[in-house]
């Protein structure tokens, strides 16, 4: 187990300075962020010096260098939107995001391993088929728009929930988490549903049956973790997503996260915040993916043994 | 005999569904269980009628004041936190003395100021000329690349001199009519502020002080007991940002904000809003140095095809007033005279068949560009604009582009090999002159313009040259002229803001609100409620 | 005695599914009558496709027709076939922009599914058949895509280059690369080692002849069922990215980019934002529905499920019902 | 019908009806089979694929999949008919009174449990132990089933056994609570010649030693000669002939009977192609109105075309399904 994640660490590190590069690369083909941050009215005086002050004015691979030159001495650069040090503002953002998908895809698989194991269960029956529709139906509903139906009905209308903003009680998280929630949730039910009604109908099922087990026994000491394969693999993906693209939840709720982050430093052209978020999620997500593999090896004996081979 | 054994224990069948009912009841209870708990205060606090809660569009990127002609900084900044020496009443344009009391100019290039006694600093020192020669330095000669400084004052740099505590002394390289209105835009901060490095969170002489920043989330002030002037309503403010409009206009309805800035025109007939002129206008910039937009009568023809009013009541929700010049209502320089041109289709392609009976090239393809976010309804105004020029017989494609690449289209070094350029731009003359307008928009090698005449550039230089009355006539005639021999610019509206006021407080937005929101002119609705 | 085998005996018997099987499979629109939500899907998803494909011919200009005196008329039937479901804020037919978007949405989505399924699985097929270091290259490019921005390819491919529908197409279809790439990846690492694989193997048949005619039709129906997924995804994020403003550019319309515009007018003109997210909704929807029937109709060990009568459908399970608590 | 005994029989089953639900419609899979087997008896249930034999297991434990449903009949165990019982009843039957051991061993044993814990579970089930308990349990079981080291391999997982310990497990485990009944669907088929014997022996072996009623199901014609005392042989959906094997086997009274024994290789001359019963069974939709076996049978007249043959003693412990059995005798 050890050997296989220092193997699979190690594979990483090349995979991600090849994402770094290409931000690198992809962001100064968007231009020179000059006129972003200067007057309208600035003189090609003003511009030339700015662009001198802030490095712009070399040729890319020697930009390049002196990134990579910072970047070994941990220093990501400096913003030039607010003028602060690009880690601090990143460090700021992630956790909002980590959070936000956290206790998303916590709810999610739960919810999901709960209604797809009832739907399951009795396949074709109503619960199965108003599950798999109203599971369905989440999944492909355009995010930004139950977000902003979540605001006008439940923090306006009902006057339920605040509709919007990260400060207050738990109840500002229903809102957000609720926008997050719906698509992973619809997708995981169909999986979990899928891979429970194909555990469930396996011999070795029958054969529990066979002693006796209560059906309580059946679902969860032996259909469950059979079907979790699957499960893990694409709650996996929908992680990988929420850590990049939590974008439109933290655009219209004002949740300062490392999607708006990105976005913002996108359009303004803010290279260094930009660099550092990318290579942030980037380690997430490459951790989130030997994660992943972990708990494939934990829960399945036949891949443990196949991983130091 | 015969049963079946796939019909279900009735026991168990009940059982089954008492299982799903409970889960699905608590499910219920649960979430409304978390949503009742705290009942939705939401991020500005709850209404306390002591906390003035504003939600912006979104967080400012800083609070340094140098920065503060970037609008994101100055609503915060400016006349709240910090104040300049001279300020300019939006609706009159008049300059009315704050940190100065008053000004005098000595010769062509040499200004006195004197300055205002019994003022002092959020940090509790006084304020004195020394302070003023400080922030005028940091501002506009250091090497910080302040915003202010491209903005209002070139590549000019300022000798400023402290001669007492009272009285400070401004000498300009070139003659300049109107130095005063300049520095109106100069915020002051004590001397004791980094000179060599921006601040993030400033101190200022204003009626509020930053209590807390609480990034990404909240940038929390509180009244400044030391204030020199009237102490404002409000002891404590707060600033939050949302990005969507819709949820900005949410927390004024539900009661989470007091004020709410750039609401979308739809909301215009909610009565707790209210539309303000922003002093930004719109136009289509037609870019003459190619075919077929280097023929006026083309150019022209796109004026005419232009349905103002159409636009403006179904995409504006009626909340702007048809253009025909660049510089809007209450600036120096703004001519009354002039008329919106009224949609004439049949001249339009009159004009069109003419040109291309002389060879015109009317089929090639015109880029109609605008920027995403420009203003509510800008993606809808640009298919208007692209149907009408369509109509008259133009060939047009529309771009939408973000701000870094509409800028690149927008100013000087115009990009090359793009064809003919049709640029949606919004103008705001913040400072009240049409000087500021005609020199970037109106010369023929201004920064954002694409051409112009001789004549029109020589007009121009004249009437920077003025002051007074002659200042104001020789502007108003020159934009005339664009309009008759240049036509650049087809004018579409003068624009207007829309704010969320909620009906607990009373405020009276003008012109300058976009940029300078003062939380001291906010008052509560009801007298002695606080 | 050695084989006492019984002489009919042709493998063993415990489904009860083997007796039908001999016959030949039932005739797909048979098993898809029996199966009413499917054929309704199947019926929305017919729909759709055929007003994508020839909607443009009968509309002519209507959904550029612009007339802003009628902006934001409610649905009605009295202003003709071109006010049924209202008009926009330009006061063009909601009903002719959404058969014209139709056909942008799927000549969007479509292609980008087809572009990430054919390139992601042959690699993962590839990949994962020969293993080492092919493999472990493979995951990598997976990861890194994965790992990459894709809002940050939008906006260069979009302000960089020039906007278009088929750079949207592209985009899209690279972010989604690494789900097939792993799927088939993983699907092809397991069925290397099966006995019939071997086989082909000594018998010297080529790899890119095992891969097509061995593993990739096993590997067939999971990797539809993604697609599948995936379509949803797709115009799903293409609406996030009209959200964003950097998805399909105006004059172009699709079903996302009208929510997107419509969205400030939820409160006083429903019609603009909700009726093309209803398309979005049934559409996927359909095709979800419809390709968990395919997937079940295709695969000879579940087609059974799809035969039950169908008021017993409705009681029995899987499982049995002594298995309900 | 009941076998003439003495003794209460551990499993009764009695006009046994079970419906499949195909595309084309519902097919009677089973159509009243009826047998029974007393304890320490083995019965072997012998038909090709396709002719019930498994169905009729899966009705009597009650593992049915939901295409087919129990239309009609009884399956007997101590006195009750189970399939009148209440879901929870019913468990309380499966291990301890009823207990079943299937063909492929592999996917029968759950692939992410240790098998230690699988041969365990039904000690915690029904005897309520602890996990420390039915652990031992499991190793005494392990042990008595052949398996080497067994404390050490009860941490294993099942794809780390070979097939034949794999079926030696799920025999341990089926076999845990002493069951009354043991079924064994195939028991035997998935494995090597040489492990085919040795796991017949275990049951044997485990059978005399529990006094278990064993029903062994099967297409193997040598296993049930040398491993049942009984034979029900099953075609389309019903029991042809059914008896003793010692006198089904040497006399068969039923032609399709007949016809099995002819096809073994053991009684063909070297050279000759084997004789085999010619044609194949019937569609289970198509079973003709008369004698299921008419199409294929040497001996087929008008009667069997209009009128189906009941099941009736052609001795003193067995009976045939055929118009003509008599005949057969006499030849």
Redesign the interface.
């Given at each position: 187990m050890i050997i296989f994640l220092r193997k699979r660490i190690l594979?990483?590190a090349?995979?991600?300075v090849?994402?770094v590069l290409?931000?690198f690369f992809?962001?100064r083909?968007?231009?020179n962020?000059v006129?972003?941050?200067?007057?309208?009215?600035?003189?090609a005086?003003?511009r030339a010096?700015?662009s001198a002050?802030q490095g712009f004015d070399l040729s890319v691979p020697a930009q390049l260098w002196n990134y990579l030159v910072d970047a070994a001495h941990l220093d990501f650069g400096t913003s030039l939107?607010?003028?602060?040090s690009a880690t601090e503002?990143v460090l700021?953002?992630f956790p909002?995001t980590l959070q936000l998908a956290g206790v998303t895809m916590l709810l999610a698989i739960s919810g999901a391993v709960?209604i797809g194991s009832?739907a399951?269960?009795?396949?074709?029956?109503?619960?199965d088929?108003v599950a798999?529709?109203l599971s369905?139906?989440a999944?492909?509903?355009?995010?930004?728009?139950f977000a902003?139906?979540g605001?006008?009905v439940?923090?306006?209308s009902l006057?339920?929930?605040?509709?919007?903003?990260?400060?207050?009680?738990?109840?500002?998280w229903?809102l957000p988490v609720a926008t997050l929630l719906i698509?992973p949730f619809g997708?995981l039910v169909?999986v979990v549903r899928?891979s429970m009604?194909a555990a469930?109908?396996?011999?070795?099922v029958?054969?529990?049956?066979?002693?006796?087990?209560?059906?309580?026994?059946?679902i969860f000491g032996?259909a469950l973790?059979?079907a979790v394969t699957p499960v893990l693999?694409v709650a996996g993906?929908l992680t990988?997503g929420l850590v990049?693209?939590a974008?439109?939840v933290e655009?219209?709720?004002?949740?300062?996260g490392i999607g708006k982050l990105?976005?913002d430093s996108?359009?303004?052209?803010d290279f260094a915040v930009?660099q550092a978020a990318?290579l942030m999620?980037?380690v997430t997500?490459?951790a989130l993916?030997i994660l992943v593999d972990v708990c494939h090896a934990l829960?399945?004996?036949?891949v443990r043994?196949a991983v130091p081979a | 005999m015969k049963f079946s054994v796939s019909s279900t224990p009735p026991t168990g069948r009940r059982r089954y569904r008492a299982t799903?009912a409970t889960?699905l009841a608590g499910t219920v209870l649960l979430?409304?269980g978390?949503?009742?708990?705290?009942?939705?205060?939401?991020?500005?606090?709850r209404a306390d009628g002591r906390t003035l809660r504003v939600v912006l569009t979104q967080?400012p990127?800083?609070l340094?004041p140098c920065e503060a002609?970037l609008t994101g900084t100055g609503v915060v900044v400016r006349s709240n936190i910090t104040e300049p020496l001279v300020e300019r009443d939006p609706d009159s344009g008049e300059l009315h003395p704050l940190l100065a009391t008053g000004w005098k100019q000595r010769d062509d290039r040499t200004w006195t100021f004197d300055m205002r006694e019994g003022v002092t600093f959020q940090n509790g020192e006084p304020f004195t000329a020394e302070d003023a020669a400080f922030s005028i330095d940091r501002a506009v000669n250091s090497d910080l690349?302040c915003?202010v400084?491209?903005?209002v004052f070139?590549?000019e740099d300022l000798k400023v001199t402290a001669e007492s505590d009272t009285r400070l002394t401004v000498t300009t390289e070139q003659p300049d009519p109107i130095l005063p209105l300049r520095l109106s835009f100069v915020e002051i901060v004590p001397r004791t502020t980094n000179a060599d490095a921006?601040v993030?969170i400033p101190v200022g002489t204003g009626p509020y002080a930053v209590a807390s920043w609480?990034?990404?989330?909240?940038i929390n002030l509180s009244r400044y007991d030391d204030y020199w002037g009237d102490a404002p309503d409000f002891p404590r403010a707060r600033y939050?940002?949302?990005?969507?409009a819709?949820?900005r206009a949410?927390?004024i309805?539900?009661g989470?904000a007091e004020i709410a800035v750039a609401l979308d025109p739809v909301e215009a007939e909610k009565d707790t809003t209210v539309a303000f002129p922003n002093n930004e206008t719109t136009a289509l910039r037609l870019d003459g140095r190619e075919a077929p937009l280097d023929d006026i009568r083309v150019r022209r023809a796109v004026d005419l095809a232009v349905d103002r009013d159409g636009i403006i009541d179904a995409l504006l929700g009626g909340l702007a007033e048809p253009a025909g010049q660049l510089v809007p209502p209450g600036v120096v320089g703004h001519n009354e005279e002039i008329e919106p041109t009224p949609q004439n289709v049949k001249e339009a392609t009159a004009l069109i068949d003419e040109a291309e009976a002389d060879g015109v090239p009317v089929d090639r393809q015109i880029t109609l560009v605008a920027r995403n976010g420009m203003f509510a309804g800008v993606s809808e105004t640009a298919e208007a604009l692209q149907y009408q020029m369509q109509k008259i017989g133009l060939n047009v494609k529309v771009r939408m582009a973000?701000?870094?690449?509409q800028?690149?289209y927008?100013?000087r070094p115009l990009p090359e090999d793009v064809g003919p350029i049709a640029l949606l731009i919004m103008h705001g003359n913040q400072a009240g002159d049409a000087a500021?307008t005609t020199?970037?928009y109106l010369l023929s090698d201004g920064?954002?313009s694409t051409f112009g005449t001789e004549e029109l550039d020589r007009r121009i230089a004249d009437a920077g040259a003025l002051s007074g009355d002659q200042r104001q006539k020789a502007f108003a005639d020159l934009l005339v002229d664009q309009n008759r021999s240049v036509v650049q610019y087809a004018h579409l509206a003068h624009m207007s803001g829309l704010l969320g006021l909620s009906p607990s407080i009373r405020y009276e937005p003008n012109s300058a609100t976009g940029d300078e929101m003062r939380l001291a002119e906010v008052s509560p609705a009801k007298a002695g409620q606080h | 005695m050695t084989t006492e085998e019984l002489p009919a005996a042709d493998g063993r018997e415990d489904s009860p599914q083997t007796a039908p099987a001999r016959k030949g499979p039932p005739r797909w629109w048979l098993l898809l009558g029996r199966d009413r939500?499917a054929a309704v899907a199947a019926v929305v998803l017919s729909l759709v496709v055929l007003v994508a494909l020839f909607g443009r011919l009968f509309i002519g200009d209507h959904a550029q027709r612009q007339n802003l005196d009628a902006s934001l008329r409610a649905p009605s039937l009295g202003d003709g076939f071109y006010g049924l479901l209202g008009t926009d804020v330009l006061g063009r037919s909601v009903l002719a922009r959404l058969i014209d978007a139709a056909a942008t949405t799927l000549s969007v989505a479509v292609p980008a599914v087809l572009c990430s399924l054919v390139i992601g699985s042959a690699i993962g097929l590839w990949a994962g058949y020969h293993g080492g270091r092919r493999e472990?290259v493979a995951m990598?490019?997976a990861?890194?895509i994965?790992?990459?921005?894709?809002?940050?390819?939008a906006?260069?491919v979009l302000?960089?280059f020039s906007p278009s529908a088929l750079n949207i197409v592209l985009i899209l279809a690279v972010a989604r690369i690494p789900?097939y790439l792993?799927?088939s990846r993983?699907e092809a690492a397991e069925l290397r080692s099966r006995l019939f694989v071997d086989a082909a193997r000594t018998f010297g048949t080529p790899s890119r002849h095992i891969i097509q005619r061995h593993i990739l039709p096993i590997a067939l129906p999971t990797l539809l069922t993604v697609a599948t997924?995936d379509f949803?995804f797709v115009?799903?994020t293409e609406?996030?990215l009209s959200?964003?403003g950097i998805g399909i550019q105006p004059p172009d319309v699709s079903w996302?980019l009208m929510?997107?515009q419509g969205?400030q007018y939820?409160?006083t003109a429903w019609w603009i934002?909700v009726l093309p997210?209803l398309a979005?909704?049934l559409?996927?929807?359909s095709a979800?529905?419809l390709a968990?029937w395919a997937r079940i109709a295709t695969d000879p060990a579940q087609r059974w499920?799809l035969t039950?009568p169908r008021k017993r459908?409705?009681?029995s399970?899987?499982?049995p019902p002594e298995?309900?608590? | 019908m009941t076998t003439t005994s003495a003794t209460d029989p551990a499993l009764d089953v009695e006009g046994l009806c079970v419906d499949l639900s195909t595309a084309s419609g519902t097919v009677r899979a089973v159509d009243g089979v009826s047998f029974s087997v007393r304890r320490g008896r083995t019965l072997a249930l012998l038909g090709e694929s396709g002719c019930g034999k498994s169905m009729t297991a899966l009705s009597v434990?009650?593992?049915l999949?939901p295409a087919a449903e129990v239309t009609g009949g009884a399956v007997r165990v101590r006195g009750e008919d189970t399939l009148r019982l209440s879901a929870a009843e019913r468990?309380?039957?499966?291990?301890?009174v009823?207990?079943?051991v299937?063909q492929?061993a592999l996917?029968?044993?759950?692939?992410?449990?240790p098998v230690g814990r699988q041969i365990g579970?039904?000690f915690r089930?029904?005897r309520g132990l602890s996990r420390r308990e039915a652990r031992e349990k499991a190793i005494e079981l392990m042990t008595r089933v052949g398996i080497p080291e067994p404390r050490q391999r009860a941490k294993s997982?099942p794809?780390?056994f070979s097939g034949g310990m794999r079926q030696r497990l799920?025999i341990a485990?089926?076999v845990?609570l002493d069951p009354d009944v043991l079924i064994a669907d195939e028991p035997t088929t998935a494995l090597d010649v040489t492990v085919q014997a040795q796991i017949m022996r275990l049951l044997r072996d485990l059978q005399d030693e529990r006094d278990m009623a064993v029903v062994l199901i099967t297409h193997d014609l040598a296993v049930v000669a040398q491993r049942a005392d009984d034979v029900a042989v099953m075609y389309a959906g019903t029991v042809v002939e059914q008896g003793t094997v010692r006198e089904v086997f040497s006399a068969p009274r039923h032609p399709y009977t007949r016809g099995l024994l002819d096809s073994v290789p053991e009684d063909a001359e070297r050279g000759q192609p084997l004789p085999a019963v010619p044609g194949s069974p019937p569609e289970l939709s198509a079973v003709p109105s008369g004698c299921v076996f008419q199409a294929r049978c040497p001996l087929v007249r008008e009667r069997c075309v209009s009128e189906r043959p009941v099941l009736r003693a052609t001795g003193d412990a067995r009976s045939a399904a055929c118009h003509f059995s008599e005949e057969l005798a006499r030849d």
């Amino acid at each position: 187990m050890i050997i296989f994640l220092r193997k699979r660490i190690l594979s990483s590190a090349v995979p991600l300075v090849c994402v770094v590069l290409g931000v690198f690369f992809l962001a100064r083909m968007t231009g020179n962020p000059v006129d972003l941050y200067l007057p309208l009215s600035a003189t090609a005086e003003q511009r030339a010096e700015f662009s001198a002050a802030q490095g712009f004015d070399l040729s890319v691979p020697a930009q390049l260098w002196n990134y990579l030159v910072d970047a070994a001495h941990l220093d990501f650069g400096t913003s030039l939107r607010t003028g602060q040090s690009a880690t601090e503002m990143v460090l700021d953002a992630f956790p909002v995001t980590l959070q936000l998908a956290g206790v998303t895809m916590l709810l999610a698989i739960s919810g999901a391993v709960l209604i797809g194991s009832l739907a399951a269960y009795r396949p074709n029956s109503l619960m199965d088929r108003v599950a798999s529709l109203l599971s369905m139906t989440a999944a492909s509903i355009p995010d930004f728009w139950f977000a902003v139906m979540g605001v006008l009905v439940f923090g306006v209308s009902l006057d339920l929930l605040p509709t919007s903003g990260t400060l207050g009680g738990p109840e500002v998280w229903v809102l957000p988490v609720a926008t997050l929630l719906i698509r992973p949730f619809g997708v995981l039910v169909q999986v979990v549903r899928g891979s429970m009604v194909a555990a469930l109908s396996a011999p070795y099922v029958k054969i529990a049956r066979a002693k006796g087990a209560t059906p309580r026994r059946v679902i969860f000491g032996h259909a469950l973790r059979n079907a979790v394969t699957p499960v893990l693999t694409v709650a996996g993906d929908l992680t990988v997503g929420l850590v990049n693209g939590a974008v439109i939840v933290e655009t219209i709720f004002g949740w300062p996260g490392i999607g708006k982050l990105m976005i913002d430093s996108i359009l303004q052209r803010d290279f260094a915040v930009l660099q550092a978020a990318v290579l942030m999620t980037a380690v997430t997500i490459f951790a989130l993916n030997i994660l992943v593999d972990v708990c494939h090896a934990l829960t399945d004996p036949r891949v443990r043994q196949a991983v130091p081979a | 005999m015969k049963f079946s054994v796939s019909s279900t224990p009735p026991t168990g069948r009940r059982r089954y569904r008492a299982t799903t009912a409970t889960l699905l009841a608590g499910t219920v209870l649960l979430a409304s269980g978390c949503a009742v708990a705290g009942s939705a205060a939401g991020d500005a606090g709850r209404a306390d009628g002591r906390t003035l809660r504003v939600v912006l569009t979104q967080e400012p990127p800083t609070l340094e004041p140098c920065e503060a002609s970037l609008t994101g900084t100055g609503v915060v900044v400016r006349s709240n936190i910090t104040e300049p020496l001279v300020e300019r009443d939006p609706d009159s344009g008049e300059l009315h003395p704050l940190l100065a009391t008053g000004w005098k100019q000595r010769d062509d290039r040499t200004w006195t100021f004197d300055m205002r006694e019994g003022v002092t600093f959020q940090n509790g020192e006084p304020f004195t000329a020394e302070d003023a020669a400080f922030s005028i330095d940091r501002a506009v000669n250091s090497d910080l690349a302040c915003n202010v400084e491209g903005y209002v004052f070139g590549d000019e740099d300022l000798k400023v001199t402290a001669e007492s505590d009272t009285r400070l002394t401004v000498t300009t390289e070139q003659p300049d009519p109107i130095l005063p209105l300049r520095l109106s835009f100069v915020e002051i901060v004590p001397r004791t502020t980094n000179a060599d490095a921006k601040v993030r969170i400033p101190v200022g002489t204003g009626p509020y002080a930053v209590a807390s920043w609480q990034p990404g989330a909240a940038i929390n002030l509180s009244r400044y007991d030391d204030y020199w002037g009237d102490a404002p309503d409000f002891p404590r403010a707060r600033y939050v940002w949302r990005s969507d409009a819709s949820v900005r206009a949410a927390m004024i309805d539900k009661g989470e904000a007091e004020i709410a800035v750039a609401l979308d025109p739809v909301e215009a007939e909610k009565d707790t809003t209210v539309a303000f002129p922003n002093n930004e206008t719109t136009a289509l910039r037609l870019d003459g140095r190619e075919a077929p937009l280097d023929d006026i009568r083309v150019r022209r023809a796109v004026d005419l095809a232009v349905d103002r009013d159409g636009i403006i009541d179904a995409l504006l929700g009626g909340l702007a007033e048809p253009a025909g010049q660049l510089v809007p209502p209450g600036v120096v320089g703004h001519n009354e005279e002039i008329e919106p041109t009224p949609q004439n289709v049949k001249e339009a392609t009159a004009l069109i068949d003419e040109a291309e009976a002389d060879g015109v090239p009317v089929d090639r393809q015109i880029t109609l560009v605008a920027r995403n976010g420009m203003f509510a309804g800008v993606s809808e105004t640009a298919e208007a604009l692209q149907y009408q020029m369509q109509k008259i017989g133009l060939n047009v494609k529309v771009r939408m582009a973000d701000t870094a690449t509409q800028l690149q289209y927008q100013l000087r070094p115009l990009p090359e090999d793009v064809g003919p350029i049709a640029l949606l731009i919004m103008h705001g003359n913040q400072a009240g002159d049409a000087a500021f307008t005609t020199s970037q928009y109106l010369l023929s090698d201004g920064p954002q313009s694409t051409f112009g005449t001789e004549e029109l550039d020589r007009r121009i230089a004249d009437a920077g040259a003025l002051s007074g009355d002659q200042r104001q006539k020789a502007f108003a005639d020159l934009l005339v002229d664009q309009n008759r021999s240049v036509v650049q610019y087809a004018h579409l509206a003068h624009m207007s803001g829309l704010l969320g006021l909620s009906p607990s407080i009373r405020y009276e937005p003008n012109s300058a609100t976009g940029d300078e929101m003062r939380l001291a002119e906010v008052s509560p609705a009801k007298a002695g409620q606080h | 005695m050695t084989t006492e085998e019984l002489p009919a005996a042709d493998g063993r018997e415990d489904s009860p599914q083997t007796a039908p099987a001999r016959k030949g499979p039932p005739r797909w629109w048979l098993l898809l009558g029996r199966d009413r939500p499917a054929a309704v899907a199947a019926v929305v998803l017919s729909l759709v496709v055929l007003v994508a494909l020839f909607g443009r011919l009968f509309i002519g200009d209507h959904a550029q027709r612009q007339n802003l005196d009628a902006s934001l008329r409610a649905p009605s039937l009295g202003d003709g076939f071109y006010g049924l479901l209202g008009t926009d804020v330009l006061g063009r037919s909601v009903l002719a922009r959404l058969i014209d978007a139709a056909a942008t949405t799927l000549s969007v989505a479509v292609p980008a599914v087809l572009c990430s399924l054919v390139i992601g699985s042959a690699i993962g097929l590839w990949a994962g058949y020969h293993g080492g270091r092919r493999e472990s290259v493979a995951m990598r490019v997976a990861d890194i895509i994965l790992s990459f921005p894709s809002l940050l390819i939008a906006v260069v491919v979009l302000y960089v280059f020039s906007p278009s529908a088929l750079n949207i197409v592209l985009i899209l279809a690279v972010a989604r690369i690494p789900v097939y790439l792993r799927t088939s990846r993983a699907e092809a690492a397991e069925l290397r080692s099966r006995l019939f694989v071997d086989a082909a193997r000594t018998f010297g048949t080529p790899s890119r002849h095992i891969i097509q005619r061995h593993i990739l039709p096993i590997a067939l129906p999971t990797l539809l069922t993604v697609a599948t997924l995936d379509f949803c995804f797709v115009m799903l994020t293409e609406s996030s990215l009209s959200f964003l403003g950097i998805g399909i550019q105006p004059p172009d319309v699709s079903w996302g980019l009208m929510v997107a515009q419509g969205r400030q007018y939820l409160q006083t003109a429903w019609w603009i934002t909700v009726l093309p997210g209803l398309a979005i909704v049934l559409t996927t929807v359909s095709a979800t529905v419809l390709a968990a029937w395919a997937r079940i109709a295709t695969d000879p060990a579940q087609r059974w499920r799809l035969t039950l009568p169908r008021k017993r459908r409705g009681a029995s399970a899987a499982v049995p019902p002594e298995m309900i608590p | 019908m009941t076998t003439t005994s003495a003794t209460d029989p551990a499993l009764d089953v009695e006009g046994l009806c079970v419906d499949l639900s195909t595309a084309s419609g519902t097919v009677r899979a089973v159509d009243g089979v009826s047998f029974s087997v007393r304890r320490g008896r083995t019965l072997a249930l012998l038909g090709e694929s396709g002719c019930g034999k498994s169905m009729t297991a899966l009705s009597v434990v009650g593992l049915l999949d939901p295409a087919a449903e129990v239309t009609g009949g009884a399956v007997r165990v101590r006195g009750e008919d189970t399939l009148r019982l209440s879901a929870a009843e019913r468990r309380k039957l499966a291990g301890p009174v009823l207990s079943i051991v299937f063909q492929d061993a592999l996917t029968a044993l759950n692939p992410v449990q240790p098998v230690g814990r699988q041969i365990g579970e039904p000690f915690r089930i029904h005897r309520g132990l602890s996990r420390r308990e039915a652990r031992e349990k499991a190793i005494e079981l392990m042990t008595r089933v052949g398996i080497p080291e067994p404390r050490q391999r009860a941490k294993s997982y099942p794809h780390q056994f070979s097939g034949g310990m794999r079926q030696r497990l799920l025999i341990a485990m089926a076999v845990a609570l002493d069951p009354d009944v043991l079924i064994a669907d195939e028991p035997t088929t998935a494995l090597d010649v040489t492990v085919q014997a040795q796991i017949m022996r275990l049951l044997r072996d485990l059978q005399d030693e529990r006094d278990m009623a064993v029903v062994l199901i099967t297409h193997d014609l040598a296993v049930v000669a040398q491993r049942a005392d009984d034979v029900a042989v099953m075609y389309a959906g019903t029991v042809v002939e059914q008896g003793t094997v010692r006198e089904v086997f040497s006399a068969p009274r039923h032609p399709y009977t007949r016809g099995l024994l002819d096809s073994v290789p053991e009684d063909a001359e070297r050279g000759q192609p084997l004789p085999a019963v010619p044609g194949s069974p019937p569609e289970l939709s198509a079973v003709p109105s008369g004698c299921v076996f008419q199409a294929r049978c040497p001996l087929v007249r008008e009667r069997c075309v209009s009128e189906r043959p009941v099941l009736r003693a052609t001795g003193d412990a067995r009976s045939a399904a055929c118009h003509f059995s008599e005949e057969l005798a006499r030849d």
